[in-house]
């Protein structure tokens, strides 16, 4: 569904990505796990449309996301194409971005009518389900403010699938979280996982949770992916020094 082909970026001089290859299926559940720095943020703005390879190609179905101009530059390949995409990508990030001054329900239903112009009471009927999912059913009225940060993150989860994505990107969504709240939201992730029809791509530190959940994962280290299989070759027996030390930190 989606094919990187020795994709790099840079930031000016900095080469952040040094040939990516990589192919995510239809509802398959990817990891990608590696240090700081590695460029595991960058990947998923790449995926997230938001940015552009410096050289490369990334695929869509059969259909190349962008082409380089005469002066070197990638603009959109066909704007039509790039729309349908940003339509099918679901994203949750480590800082929510919850609308702060609208309800839970109201920040679900947004997008369903000013992107996808449903009718407000299918929005509204969707959006109350999404919240159900995410146990959240009982504070559609609450504000952002007068919710846990895990609960919070639950909303931003609820927000993300009313738009029926083909994918869903999670950018180290428990990271900003206290430890007592990391449970509740990788629950919803699993649940989430097991229903099966979306592709995830999950940027994490949680390995049993990778472990549980990815049917494959990636190990970044600085800009190239190191190290790619199933979640039990790449977390519990690969021999790659450098994965085993930073596997050390997190396990
Ligand atoms: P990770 O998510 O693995 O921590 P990132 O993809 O965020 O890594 O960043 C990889 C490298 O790219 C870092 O050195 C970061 O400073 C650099 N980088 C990311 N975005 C930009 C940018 N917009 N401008 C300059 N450097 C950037």
């Known amino acids: 569904m989606v094919t990187f082909k020795d994709v790099h970026k840079s930031f000016g001089d900095v080469d952040v990505l040094k040939g ?13 796990i590696g240090p700081s720095g590695s460029g595991k943020t960058t990947i998923i703005r790449m995926l997230m449309t938001l940015e552009q390879p410096t050289s490369g190609d990334i695929f869509v179905g059969d259909q190349n996301l962008w082409k380089m101009e005469k002066n070197g ?43 996808k112009k449903e009718a407000k009471k299918v929005a509204r009927q969707r959006s109350i389900e999404m919240l159900e999912k995410v146990g959240l059913g009982d504070k559609l009225d609450n ?6 940060g895990g609960q919070k993150q639950r909303v931003a989860m609820a ?18 979280l206290d430890p007592e709240l990391v449970g509740e939201v990788l629950e919803v992730i699993r649940d989430i996982a097991k229903e099966g029809e979306m592709a995830m791509i999950l940027v994490t530190h949680e390995m049993d949770f990778a472990l549980d959940v990815a049917d494959k ?22 021999k790659n020094d450098r994965l085993q030390s930073f596997l050390h930190r997190f396990r």
């Not at 990516?20 to 990608?32: N, T």
């Open 20 to 32: 990516i290859d990589l192919e995510i299926k239809p509802a398959e559940k990817v990891a990608v």
């Open 73 to 115: 530059e990638f603009v959109a390949a066909n704007e039509k194409h790039l729309r349908e995409v940003r339509g099918d990508i679901g994203m949750v990030f480590q800082h929510f971005n919850l609308f702060p001054h609208m309800t839970i329900l109201e920040n679900c239903m947004t997008a369903p009518i000013h992107v």
């Open 143 to 148: 504000y952002p403010s007068q919710l846990s």
């Open 159 to 176: 927000r993300a699938l009313v738009m029926r994505p083909k994918v869903m990107l999670f950018d180290e969504v428990t990271s900003a």
């Open 217 to 238: 994962v990636l190990f970044l280290d600085e800009g190239v992916i190191a190290e790619q299989g199933s979640a039990s070759e790449v977390i519990e027996h690969s």
